[in-house]
């Protein structure tokens, strides 16, 4: 099953709630929505079970994003910790909407070595998923995006390795991050390729185009702004005849500046290749 769907309220809703957000993308013809938490938490859980239950009745499926605050590396125990909280009271919306995972940045390297970053976010993780459990949360997973500069954790590998180490823990594959981390160079069979061991169910994944900067060493760079698709970078079809041939399921959020029009740009193009929605 194939899920497109925006960043947030659609561009084109008359009505600028979540609520009436999701109405429209139900006009549209689309299937997905991902509510954005990024500037903070503010959504009642009531809301939350309201939000939930009109999606379920137009058949959308929910996702959520962090808050971007979120440092689970930092070396200060009082950044962690409300970073944890962050997390967990979008988990807490996330259960209460009926939406299967939630999307964060999980921090930065700063002056630690990658290793060092990698073992604080996992221990991060493991108390979060502690506290998901004695919430009774079980149904819920902590989605690990993959970041777009050089400074932040979340590489592809990285990733990976998390998801086999914890299950509950998933990669969230944001393309455009990873054509900007290795600039303007993306192999979607190799990514495929590295999530097969995990044997996902589903993958959750963001699509825009991207602008990137050089980073500081060689055949690096750094995300700078998102574009709408139409710039074809990075290109649209070969990920679409990628996911069509391992026959995937998988749900694509539009992050671009065009939200919904570009969720409908791809839909005509699974469609022109034989997908039925």
């Known amino acids: 099953m194939i899920y497109l769907g925006p960043a947030g309220v659609p561009l084109t809703s008359e ?22 938490f990024v500037r903070g938490v503010t959504m009642k859980n009531e809301l939350a079970k309201e939000v939930g239950k009109l999606a379920k009745e137009l058949k959308i499926t929910l996702s959520v994003h962090c808050p971007y605050f979120i440092n689970l590396c930092s070396t200060d125990k009082k950044i962690i910790a409300a970073s944890k909280k962050r997390i967990i009271d979008s988990v807490e919306r996330c259960h209460h909407m009926g939406a299967r995972i939630a999307v964060f940045h999980a921090g930065y390297y700063g002056s630690l070595n990658p290793e060092v970053t990698y073992k604080m976010i996992k221990e991060a993780e493991l108390d979060m998923l502690d506290t998901m459990r004695s919430m009774g949360i079980k149904e819920v997973a902590l989605g690990n995006e993959t970041t777009g500069k ?69 055949s690096a760079g750094n995300e700078r702004r998102h574009l709408p698709i139409s710039f074809d970078q990075p290109p649209v079809e070969p990920l679409i005849k990628e996911i069509l041939e391992r026959k995937i399921n998988i749900t694509i959020i539009s992050e671009s500046p065009v939200l919904e029009q570009d969720s409908l740009v791809m839909k005509k193009m699974f469609e022109k290749l034989g997908y039925e929605f």
Not at 18 to 27: I, K, N
Not at 152 to 175: I, S, T, Y
Not at 177 to 198: D, V
């Open 15 to 36: 009505e600028r709630t979540t609520l009436g957000g999701l109405r429209r993308v139900a006009e549209l013809g689309l299937n997905a929505m991902e509510i954005e």
């Open 150 to 218: 050089i400074s932040a954790f979340g590489n592809l590998d990285e990733l990976v390795r998390l998801g086999k180490e914890v299950c509950e823990c998933e990669p969230v594959v944001d393309f455009a991050h990873l054509w900007a981390r290795a600039a303007g160079k993306i192999n979607y069979s190799e990514i495929f390729n590295k999530l097969e061991p995990l044997k996902m169910k589903h993958l959750h994944c963001h699509f825009t185009s991207m602008e990137w900067t050089p980073a500081k060493i060689p």
